[in-house]
Structure formats: structure tokens, C-alpha cells
């Protein structure tokens, strides 16, 4: 199965707020609610913001939020910071019993 | 404090085998699915194989299916990745991850990888 469609890149100044898509199928996506986000610095392991469409894990700042509708899930970052600054990737668990990634979103702050 | 410790990585010859290990601590190993994920350096993320918390259930991406095993050893809370006629496009960081909660739940917790090289 293809992988899920995520923008190359996103930017956002400090302060504001950023969107990025992860776009599938009904066999992916839009067919279930096991979509996790994932941030990843460079040279680090990833670490999960968002499971299950949009359930933080504990202890993680509310200033990460998802969302789905249809075929797409959203990562949404509000008061973007420095930090923030990552690679970031969605997933989503398949009618094929199996889990695709999305390309990656190279998160810009200015 | 939840630990993941990986190891096995190393250079291989194409056709080679490699075992990798992920010793986990912190959390009762048989109540949560364990997930081997890698990475292509310079690449994106990508699912290897999933196990459930008994060991029952094994699941694999069809890139390395019917060439890597998924295992387990519950009284050694040790995860293990059995990888077959290794190919170039097999050369990755791979990391263990466990599952937050569900099968198909997020991996709360990552370890920090081991590189395999395949390269003759």
C-alpha cells in the first residue's frame, strides 16, 4: 500500500498557528482511528503527539492538537515556538493489518 | 522508567542474517504490542512488524515479509528482529517502540536504534 500524503514542508512564525495534512484512503485513514503524529529532531528517536487521532499522551502541551475529516487527518501546532522546529510524521494502521507512514513534514520556524 | 535498549545492528554482506534485540524495561512487557520500525538514513519512517503483548499475534510489511521473524521472550523482556537475506535497500536505523495501548495504538516510547549496514 502507498504511503500517505504530508506536505514536504511547512513554516510558521513564533506565536502563530500551523496545519499539516496527512491525506489517505478509506483503507487507511478514513476507514479507522488509529492515526498517531510523531515528531522527530534531527538525530533523535521520534516521539508521539497524537494517538489515535487526537489524544495526547500524557504530559504533552495542549498546544498540539488533531483532527480528521474523511480521507485526512490534521496535525495542528498553535503557538509555534523554536522548539517546534522538526520533522514531523503521521501513521495510520491499514485494512491490510498493517501500518503506513506518511512521507514526512519538515516544519520551519522563522 | 520505561527503557528500550537495542542492539545487533552492524555491516552485512547482501544475503546475509542478522538478529537485532531490544531489551525492554520499566512496564510489564506482556500487557502492551511491541513494533519494529526503521529508517533509511536521510529517509522517512517506516513499520517493519508488530507483535502482541503474548506473542499470539504477528504482523509484517510486505517489503520484509517472509525474509524477518518477530519474536519474543517474555521472562527475558526481550523483543527480537530475525532479518534474512538482507538487501542494500534493508540499510536503516531500527528502532523498537511500544505501544501506548491498543494494537494499533501509538509507540509511546522509542529506543534509540541500532544501524544496519548492507553493503558488500
Known amino acids: 500500500q502507498s504511503a500517505l500524503t504530508q506536505p514536504a514542508s511547512v513554516s510558521g512564525s513564533p506565536g502563530q498557528s500551523i496545519t499539516i495534512s496527512c491525506s489517505g484512503t478509506s483503507t487507511d485513514v478514513g476507514g479507522y482511528n488509529s492515526v498517531s503524529w510523531y515528531q522527530q529532531h534531527p538525530g533523535k528517536a521520534p516521539k508521539l503527539m497524537i494517538y489515535d487521532v487526537y489524544n495526547r499522551p500524557s504530559g504533552l502541551s495542549n498546544r498540539f492538537s488533531g483532527s480528521k475529516s474523511g480521507n485526512t487527518a490534521s496535525l495542528t501546532i498553535s503557538g509555534l515556538r523554536a522548539e517546534d522546529e522538526a520533522d514531523y510524521y503521521c501513521s495510520s494502521y491499514t485494512s491490510y493489518n498493517t501500518l503506513v507512514f506518511g512521507g514526512g513534514t519538515k516544519l520551519t520556524v522563522l | 522508567e520505561v527503557q528500550l535498549l537495542e542492539s545487533g545492528g552492524g555491516v552485512v554482506q547482501p544475503g546475509g542474517s542478522l538478529r537485532l534485540s531490544c531489551v525492554a524495561s520499566?512496564?510489564?512487557?506482556?500487557?502492551?504490542?511491541m513494533n519494529w520500525v526503521r529508517q533509511a538514513p536521510g529517509k522517512g519512517l517506516e513499520w517493519v512488524s508488530a507483535?502482541?503483548?503474548?506473542?499470539?499475534?504477528?504482523y509484517y510489511a510486505e517489503s520484509v515479509k517472509g525474509r524477518f521473524t518477530i519474536s519474543s521472550e517474555y521472562f527475558k523482556n526481550t523483543l527480537y528482529l530475525q532479518m534474512n537475506s538482507l538487501r542494500a535497500d534493508d540499510t536503516a536505523i531500527y528502532y523498537c517502540?511500544?505501544?501506548?495501548?491498543?494494537?494499533?495504538?501509538?509507540?509511546?516510547?522509542w529506543g534509540r536504534g541500532t544501524l544496519v549496514t548492507v553493503s558488500s
Open positions: 507483535i502482541s503483548g503474548s506473542g499470539a499475534k504477528k
Open positions: 517502540a511500544k505501544t501506548i495501548g491498543h494494537f494499533w495504538g501509538g509507540w509511546d516510547y
Open positions: 520499566g512496564f510489564t512487557f506482556t500487557s502492551y504490542a
